[in-house]
Each structure stands twice: as C-alpha cells, then as structure tokens.
C-alpha cells in the first residue's frame, strides 16, 4: 500500500532490551523523521534524515540510534530500553524539506 | 530552547459553536502549520501558513500567520462532532517546534 507504515504498532519490552521501530514510506520522500509524543510534552523530534545515509540529531535523540541505508527506510533503535523511553512514537515524511510532513499510524512502546 | 505555547490547552463545546485556539512563541518562525490528531492515528495537516500576514482556510477552518511571525491562530467554524481531537500547531525556523495540542470536545 502506498504510504508511510510503521511497525510493530504496539511493543512490550523490558529495561535493557533493544528494541528497532520500522518506518517504511512508498513516496521517495527524501526527509524522514521520528518523534514521540508524551503527555504534557507534545511532539518532540528525535532524529532526522533529509537523504539515503544522512542523518542528524533533533532535540531529544539520548538513547536512541537511527540508520537510513534505504530512502524508503529509517528504523529507530533504542540500544537498552528505560523506562522513560515508554512513549509513542511517530514517523514522518516529507519531499519538500520540514514542510507538510505526513505521519505514519505511530507506534506505542512499554517498557516494564 | 524554542518554545510554543498553545491555548487552551482543552475546550468543551456545543456542536454548532465557533472554536478559536492559538500558538504564540518568543521566537520568530518562518512557516506555521497546524496539525489534528485522532485517537491512535498520527497527526494530519490541516493548514500551512508561509508569510507573515498570511490568511488561509480550508473549508470551515481559517488560519493566520502573526504579523511579527510570532503567532498563529486557528478558527473552526459551526463546529461539529468529527472535529473532535487534539489540534497540534508547529512553527518552523529551520526544524518544526510542536505545540502541546488543544483538545477539543464537543457536547452533545
């Protein structure tokens, strides 16, 4: 289907575990991004990529790793699961730059 | 950092009423962009505002662009129940600032 997909949708993991979020987008968009959305604090971004094997920090990326090898790819790694990484998490993508992002369904992590 | 602030923060209204929500910031943007969110799905744009002054709609919603590049504003006109969920505004200088999100009830 065409779109941007993200996967699992739901995950239970446990602190110290590594866990990989898959973002999947059939547009080519050449930027994605990954953010999470926490009560009281909105969305927040975690990482970016505005290419194929470029990527760079937004403004919560502690703890978390990202790799795009793919354009259509960005999966996100959290290396040792906390319990603060309990969260929803969000992917994006855009062909134009920051504008006009389209979101995937979001995935929403527990970390126990 | 860059902060937003968006008011009010939630809002109980009658289906028919007007809604005025908004985002002010200490910093200057250069686009202006608000999102809605349903339960479970990711946000979706609604309106994108790229000049200071600019004023656009989108059906029964309308959107401002702050003359200082400071605010923006969204208006929802004779609101009904599908207008229900949590509206994000973002600024951008250069990444994209979320607001936290109005979110909207409509009684019945």
């Known amino acids: 289907d065409a779109g941007i997909t993200q996967s699992p949708r739901y995950k239970i993991t446990e602190t110290g575990r590594q866990v990989t979020l898959m973002c999947h987008q059939t547009?080519?968009?050449?930027?994605m991004f990954w953010y999470r959305q926490d009560l009281g604090h909105g969305l927040r971004l975690i990482y970016y990529?505005?290419?194929?094997?470029?990527?760079d920090k937004g403004e919560v990326p502690d703890g978390y790793v990202v790799s795009r090898s793919k354009t259509e790819n960005f999966p996100l790694t959290l290396e040792s699961a906390t319990r603060s990484q309990t969260s929803v998490y969000f992917c994006?993508?855009?062909?134009?730059?920051?504008?006009?992002?389209?979101f995937g369904p979001g995935t929403r992590l527990t970390v126990l | 950092g860059q902060q937003l602030n968006q008011s009010p923060q939630s809002m109980f209204i009658q289906e028919g009423e007007d809604v005025s929500m908004n985002c002010t910031s200490s910093?200057?943007?250069?686009?202006w962009l608000w999102y809605k969110q349903e339960p479970g799905e990711g946000p979706v744009l609604l309106i994108a505002?790229?000049?200071?002054?600019e004023l656009t709609s989108n059906g029964r919603l309308t959107a401002q662009f702050g003359i200082t590049r400071k605010d923006s504003f969204l208006n929802i006109s004779a609101s009904i129940p599908s207008d229900v969920g949590i509206y994000f505004c973002?600024?951008?200088?250069?990444?994209?600032?979320f607001g936290k999100g109005t979110r909207l009830h409509i009684l019945p």
């Open positions: 990529s505005a290419a194929a094997d470029i990527t």
């Open positions: 994006a993508s855009t062909g134009g730059g920051y504008n006009e992002q389209f």
């Open positions: 973002a600024g951008q200088s250069p990444h994209i600032i």
């Open positions: 910093s200057i943007f250069n686009t």
């Open positions: 547009w080519s968009h050449s930027y």
């Open positions: 505002l790229y000049k200071a002054g």
